[in-house]
């Protein structure tokens, strides 16, 4: 199983030559590899760039994130639009969390007037 299976990320793996016995032909290898996921939580609320919110179908620019898995979910929660993104995309034009769900105050509207 992949590592984009379960969540957004991108990877890199390298290797340079360490050393090299021509008498024996064997050969001596530095493996390096880099792993970068996605820095978006559930309940993250995010500001998204302008053309990437024009992107996702205008949704607006002030999301929150509903969910990680293979790809990223936001909602919009002044229209309650959704949006889904994959990994490719989002390292295309990526973005942080302007608030993380710990910094965050949870209200429950009784009566509008």
């Known amino acids: 199983m992949s590592s984009q299976s379960v969540v957004p990320c991108r990877f890199r793996a390298d290797k340079q030559l360490v050393s090299h016995d021509t008498h024996n032909n064997t050969y001596n290898y530095k493996y ?23 992107s996702l179908g205008g949704i607006g620019p002030l999301v929150m994130c509903s969910k990680v898995s293979n790809q990223i979910s936001l909602i919009d929660f002044c229209t309650l639009r959704t949006a889904h993104m994959n990994a490719d995309v989002y390292w295309r034009m990526p973005y942080k969390a302007i608030a993380s769900s710990k910094q965050l105050t949870e209200y429950g509207v009784l009566d509008i007037e």
Do not use: Q
Not at 32 to 39: C, L, N
């Open 32 to 54: 390096t590899f880099s792993v970068e996921i996605a820095p978006v939580c559930k309940d993250d609320l995010i500001c998204l760039p302008p053309k990437l919110s024009t």
